[in-house]
């Protein structure tokens, strides 16, 4: 499987029963997305184009302003399948938890070291999956970018996948496009020139990205 | 494996993941891992995979959260190796 894995990543997860659910709602609810929110995508460079068609494993870090975010970040990369990291209090209420599950939300406790959302998280990249993190850990209301946590570089260190900055502002009024802006990949290995750093360099990861987040500021 | 062998490498393992050339000075079995050894959340995750790595161990995402002292990581690796006190 694994092999496979490797020689087709892309073919290999276009059918993947598993992933049935998601895959529905991508079909069914998409469209909708793509037309109630419009994202017009902008790119710093053109290396950065490369980051919509980057066919691995790989993390997403986003600013956090509303609700609505995950649906924008989504739409830019609507032609994969994405998977969010939501905070356990969301996905504790029964219904609403399965559905999100079903959705391709992974549930993390952000106030504990949570093994298990480390481990489904590591399943996913190897697997190929783009994960989304909203990185400031929760809704910030404004759209200053807030101190990022070291969690996405962890992640993506520890699975030795690149990382896509990605910021956006809240649009003025309903009938606006969104303008999202999408950075180029950042590799934590040719950061950290190690595939063992310590808390102290994992947090230099967490700076670039942060940084390279804020340059695409000016873009949006 | 003794125990005294395990807590040698948590303390190698520690110090690695911390960035720090040594242990705190008087880190022993009663040591806190939040206030004595400064682990947080992330910290926390990251010993605990690199002690899974170096011991071929499993730990239970519910027993992370239970862990105050050293001493209770060292009886947690020593059972799941089948040691004794």
New interface residues.
Partial sequence: MARLNKEKPYLLRLFDIKKFPIDMARILIGPWILLAYRVKVVFPSKEAKKSLHYKHGVMVTSNHITLHDPFVVGSAFWRRRMFYLVGEFIMKLPVRGFLLKLAGCIKVD???????A?RNVSAHLAAGDLITVFAEGGITHNTDLGKY???AA?MAS?GNVPIIPVYFRKRKHWWNRYKVAVGELIYPKEILGTA?P?????KKVTDVVWQKTKDLEALV | MNREEIFSKIGILYC????KKELPAGTGESSSLKEDLGLD??????L??EIEREFGIK???QV??SFVTVGEVEDYIAEKLKLGR
Avoid: C, Q
Avoid at chain 1, 110 to 116: G, I, K, Q, V, Y
Avoid at chain 2, 16 to 19: C, D, E, I
Avoid at chain 2, 41 to 46: A, C, G, H
């Fill in positions: 952000r106030h504990t070291a949570d093994l298990e480390m946590k070291d969690g962890l520890y063992e310590s808390i102290p360099e994992l | 690695r993941v911390m960035g959340s992330i910290s926390t995750l990251y605990v995979l730990f239970e995402n992370l959260t």
